[in-house]
C-alpha cells in the first residue's frame, strides 16, 4: 500500500529546482542558496511546478521526510 502527502511550494520564489538521480532534491526556497536535501530510500517524489507529492511504503517515513522539507522554511 502506497501513502502519500502532497505538498504546495506557494510563495514569490518557492519552487523545486530538481529532483536528481543521486538522491538528491534541490529547493529554492527564499534563501540566497540552493536547499539540498537528501530523499531517503523507499520514497518517491513526483513534481508538478509548484506542487511536490511525496509518495512512500511506510507513513511514518513519509510524514517525517515531508516534516524534514516544511522545517527548512516554515510559510508566512
Known amino acids: 500500500k502506497l501513502f502519500c502527502k502532497k505538498l504546495l511550494l506557494k510563495g514569490l520564489g518557492f519552487k523545486v529546482i530538481s529532483i536528481n538521480q543521486n538522491n538528491f532534491l534541490e529547493l529554492k526556497i527564499g534563501f540566497s542558496h540552493y536547499v539540498k536535501i537528501e530523499i531517503p530510500e523507499n520514497i518517491k517524489l ?20 515531508a516534516n524534514k522539507i516544511k522545517s527548512f522554511r516554515m510559510p508566512d
Open 46 to 65: 513526483y513534481n508538478n511546478k509548484n506542487k511536490l507529492l511525496i509518495e512512500g511504503n511506510f507513513k511514518d517515513k513519509v510524514g517525517n521526510f
